[in-house]
């Protein structure tokens, strides 16, 4: 025993405790050992795991995207903050009284939300119940969290349009991304979930619209609750378009188009703006940028108006007599007709052993060039057509962008068909019929255009043959930068023709309105040029017209442009199934420019001074 | 006694050994710190530049308390206790909260945590109390001691610091049973507890603040409330487990580097450091502690009176609580109680409080060797 250096007290008996105290360390120092070596050696490999999966999330920042603005900054779309309620079902605690609490809470139906939380699918991923849910709902929701577990208010971005149909088949509209977008190489910084733009600019500019997505660090405990949020990367906002179109022109013509179907576009001719661009039935973008059920979308895409098709830039009809105008340029140009040389017309023009009839029974007798356009003479034209030939013909309305998509920034843009033999030839296997030449000859048989390439024809026409490529984007802001960047007017090229040629038939276009078949588009306060035009729907007219159903009744049209001696505005209407477009579509062309005259002057576009404008700069949040 | 002075090299009975155990502690903690605290905000001061003057101040109260001498400190006793006291007494009034208690006092630019000294002092009234004059009989050997324990733990209570308040029970439990109470007094207090349990638990229970609750709650059922507290006691598992036998070293702990692991420099040390260096590590530190509270017993059983024992056991007592409890918290042995690792944890206090101790414990060996006391 050790000697101790103090007297034998009650003390004494301290070694003795001392080493039960040595005893007690070892066994407790050991007892942790043991702990310490089962948790790291024996469950280490389980905690490894465990290690790795807990760490940081990633979570994506959606930038807010880009707004439209028109010519004068009338705001077209921008970005609204949107409440939408998720139900995660692991954390539901009883789906009966879930379901019972939000009908109470937010009057919904109640099947409605059962069919919702029992469709298939994970349960840990957040389903959405109800979107677009006014403020006063989710802080309801948000108040009661406690009650009901599982559900979630996120604030969304979600695109709006402030003027509704205003626009429409321009503007496009936005959705989730779908499947088969995720895969192409351009949609390739997206993910799950982003928005992109699926029609019209939205889709067209979507890369300049949908900015870029930002990130952030999350750091999540075992149970996914956030415990640390930091923004890694801030998400750049999309940049905003300056559209061409003027909202006022653009209205004005919607509302003229009202109830009928049909399109109207209002091209400047001198740079290719379009100032408006109208195309009836619309739709909503603001419905279609939401989440539809498939009842919805079944509704919409089923419609008989098919309200998605943009008939300005997507309706391929027959020109009919609007044809008439390349082809005077044609005439003049091949000397296939000198300006005062006369066709004798008759009301028939006799070709192989068929009649083809001008419209007019009678007939116009002994017509010039001019008298030919002023009164839409057939028989002239057959006449050209048949001496010019149909290669001539397809080369000069190629010339003027027949046949071919104007290159407007809009998607899914058709191209129209201006026939020749090698086009029949590889489209239907099918040798050309001489007598297909003289249909083609007023704008009937294979001859389709859309009213986009129609307006632009006008255009190069009031332009004296230099033509620009149809635009509806002037500008677009920079939203990094802050510099806003003007796009040049795109020049296509030039018709070659004599400053004669489009001197002589814009005098007869302004005859036209003035005493020939478009006196409906006269105007008091503006000189108007312009051409009418009729596109045969059914082959036969067994009657008058008021006799056959709407949807045989042919479509009318009417190109004009305004001033005649400095041309400002070259506008074209196409109202489907509305008979002759002298009588239909040339008051609604009238009105166009009319308006257009009359604008207050234009504030200086875009250059300066952006209108304030709020906008839903904090991205929502989706977990990647 | 003259052999044995020759036989450890040092000045005036200064361990080397005894010092190199202690630096050697000192040093994995600030490296721990220093790895845990890397993506502190810029432009505070590093806390492991922190510790490192803590460690700076506690060594100067480490060489005051071996240079001076127990005799006179324990004269000094019950006045320090009364101050103490009125320290704990103030800090509940003035003191600074953090998380749910008032413990600290600002002290200038600094602040400190009166619960901490309160150990040492306590330590000193206990040893000077039975070392004064024969304690016989229960009534002065447990009962008299137990009213001088208790007003300094109701205070500390009621901050509420349940580490340090358990630190307070630790400590006269040791010392109760080195002065040798007899077996049928530890039996009567027993068998007294266990009638009182109900009542006390009660008291007890309800005095508790919430986060206390969850933190027992946590320890009996670890599913109960997975986001709360359980989720320390989780990651601190899924910290020392995932560092296996290696370790995945220096910032490699992503359980703690990305914070995963709260309170990582402070009583989540043990876990960062496990974190890192693995099994291997977590054996050396463990041996190192042992060695110094071997070294620190030998001190006890050979000092030269009862003052100086009973002194040498407290100190004793007061690290192997501290340790066994912090480590077992870690390990998810124990439920959370929030008490530091003596040399390793963050903490101005513990750490000048713990050198402190030691000094004592040398101070009392150097009495010891000193012959012409």
Request: aromatic content about 8%.
């Amino acid at each position: 025993m050790i000697p101790t250096n103090y007297p034998e007290t009650e003390f004494g008996d301290l070694h003795r405790r001392l080493l039960g105290l040595r005893v007690g360390l070892l066994l407790v120092v050991g007892l942790l050992g043991l702990r310490l070596w089962h948790l790291q050696i024996l469950e280490g490999p389980y905690y490894r795991d465990l290690s790795e999966n807990n760490r940081t999330r990633q979570v994506l920042l959606e930038p807010a995207r880009g707004l439209i603005y028109d010519r004068n900054g009338i705001l077209l779309a921008n970005n609204v903050s949107s409440f939408s309620l998720y139900v995660t079902l692991e954390d539901v605690k009883d789906r009966e009284v879930l379901i019972h609490q939000l009908t109470e809470l937010l009057g919904l139906d109640p099947t409605v939300v059962r069919k919702k939380l029992e469709t298939r699918g994970s349960k840990l991923l957040p389903r959405k119940i109800k979107d677009r849910m006014t403020l006063r709902d989710a802080t309801l929701v948000e108040s009661r969290r406690l009650d009901m577990p599982g559900v979630m208010i996120q604030v969304e971005s979600q695109r709006n349009y402030p003027g509704g149909l205003i626009a429409a088949h321009i503007l496009g509209y936005v959705g989730e991304i779908s499947a088969d977008q995720l895969e192409k190489p351009e949609f390739g910084d997206l993910h799950q979930g982003s928005i992109v733009g699926q029609y019209g600019i939205e889709k067209s500019y979507d890369r300049h619209m949908r900015g870029m997505a930002g990130q952030k660090s999350v750091e999540v405990d075992a149970v996914g609750h956030v415990k640390k949020a930091a923004v890694v990367e801030r998400p750049e906002a999309g940049n905003d378009l300056y559209l061409t179109i003027d909202a006022r022109l653009q209205k004005l013509a919607e509302d003229l188009l009202g109830e009928e179907q049909g399109a109207i576009v209002a091209l400047d001719p001198s740079n290719g703006d379009i100032l408006a661009m109208a195309s009836r039935p619309a739709f909503d973008p603001n419905i279609l940028s939401r989440e539809l059920t498939s009842k919805q979308w079944v509704e919409i895409v089923q419609d008989e108006g098919r309200p998605l098709n943009n008939r300005a830039s997507q309706g391929q009809y027959p020109p009919g007599s609007i044809f008439k105008i390349p082809m005077a340029v044609a005439a003049l140009e091949t000397k296939t007709m000198a300006p005062s040389s006369t066709v004798h017309c008759t009301g028939g023009y006799r070709f192989g052993r068929r009649v083809y009839r001008d419209w007019k029974a009678g007939g116009h007798g002994y017509v010039d060039l001019h008298e030919a356009l002023v009164h839409s003479c057939d028989v002239y034209f057959y006449s050209v057509g048949q001496r010019m030939g149909i290669d001539v013909m397809a080369e000069f309305g190629k010339d003027f962008g027949l046949g071919r998509a104007t290159g407007v920034e809009l998607p899914s843009e058709r191209s129209g068909i201006m026939p020749s033999p090698a086009w029949k030839q590889k489209a239907k296997r099918e040798s050309w019929l001489p007598g297909e030449t003289i249909s083609a000859a007023i704008g009937q048989g294979f001859v389709t255009v859309t009213p986009l390439q129609m307006a632009s024809m006008m255009a190069t026409v009031a332009n004296d043959g230099v033509n620009y490529r149809p635009r509806l984007v002037q500008a677009v802001m920079d939203r990094a930068t802050g510099n806003l960047q003007e796009l040049p007017a795109v020049p296509r090229g030039k018709i070659n023709a004599k400053p004669e040629t489009f001197r002589i038939i814009k005098d007869a276009l302004a005859d036209v309105v003035t005493k020939g078949t478009a006196t409906r588009a006269k105007s008091s306060i503006v000189t108007i040029g312009g051409k009418t035009g009729t596109a045969q729907v059914a082959a036969l007219r067994p009657g008058p017209e008021e006799d056959i159903p709407k949807k045989f009744r042919d479509h009318a049209w009417f190109v004009a442009f305004a001033p005649v001696q400095s041309p400002k505005i070259a506008v074209v209407v196409l109202a489907e199934h509305m008979g002759h477009g002298g009588a239909t579509a040339a008051p609604l062309a009238k009105e166009v420019i009319e308006a257009y005259m009359q604008l207050p002057s234009q504030s200086p576009v875009v250059t300066s001074g952006l209108p304030a404008v709020s906008r839903h700069d904090e991205g929502s949040f989706t977990e990647s | 006694m003259i052999e044995r002075l020759t036989e450890h090299r040092g000045l005036d009975g200064f361990d080397m050994r005894y010092g190199s155990l202690i630096l050697a502690i000192l040093a994995i903690g600030v490296v721990s710190i220093y790895s845990v605290t890397q993506g502190q905000h810029k432009g505070l001061t590093p806390y492991y530049l922190k510790q490192l003057m803590w460690i700076g101040l506690g060594a100067a109260a480490f060489l005051v308390m071996w240079a001076s001498d127990y005799h006179q400190l324990a004269r000094f006793a019950y006045p320090a206790y009364v101050f103490i006291l009125l320290m704990l007494i103030f800090v509940l009034f003035e003191g600074r909260t953090s998380k749910g208690a008032q413990r600290w006092l600002a002290l200038g630019p600094f602040s400190f945590q009166p619960s901490e000294f309160a150990k040492l002092i306590l330590i000193l009234v206990l040893a000077h109390y039975y070392s004064k004059a024969p304690r016989v009989g229960w009534l002065q050997r447990v009962i008299v001691p137990g009213l001088l324990v208790l007003p300094g733990l109701l205070l500390i209570l009621k901050q509420p610091d349940l580490g340090s308040g358990l630190s307070f029970v630790a400590i006269y439990a040791a010392m109760l049973l080195m002065v040798g109470i007899r077996s049928q007094a530890i039996g009567f207090i027993l068998l007294f507890g266990i009638m009182l349990f109900p009542f006390a638990w009660e008291g007890v229970w309800g005095s508790l603040h919430d986060y206390q609750r969850q933190r027992i709650m946590a320890f009996v059922d670890p599913g109960y409330d997975p986001g709360g507290k359980g989720y320390h006691a989780l990651q601190s598992r899924i910290a020392i487990g995932s560092g296996q036998l290696l370790g995945k070293g220096l910032h490699g702990g992503t359980q703690s580097q990305l914070k995963f692991l709260p309170e990582g420099h402070t009583d989540f040390v043990f876990a960062v450091f496990a974190e890192e260096w693995g099994f291997l590590g977590v054996l050396i530190l463990l041996g190192l502690f042992v060695g110094l509270i071997w070294l620190s017993l030998e001190i006890a059983s050979k000092a030269k009176d009862q003052l100086g024992a009973l002194l040498a056991v407290g100190i004793v007592a007061m690290l192997c609580f501290c340790i066994v409890v912090n480590i077992g918290m870690t390990a998810g042995m124990f439920p959370i109680v929030g008490i530091p690792l003596p040399l390793v944890s963050y903490g101005g206090s513990a750490t000048v409080m713990t050198m402190a101790s030691l000094g004592l414990l040398l101070n009392i060996k150097r009495k010891r060797l000193s012959l012409f006391y």
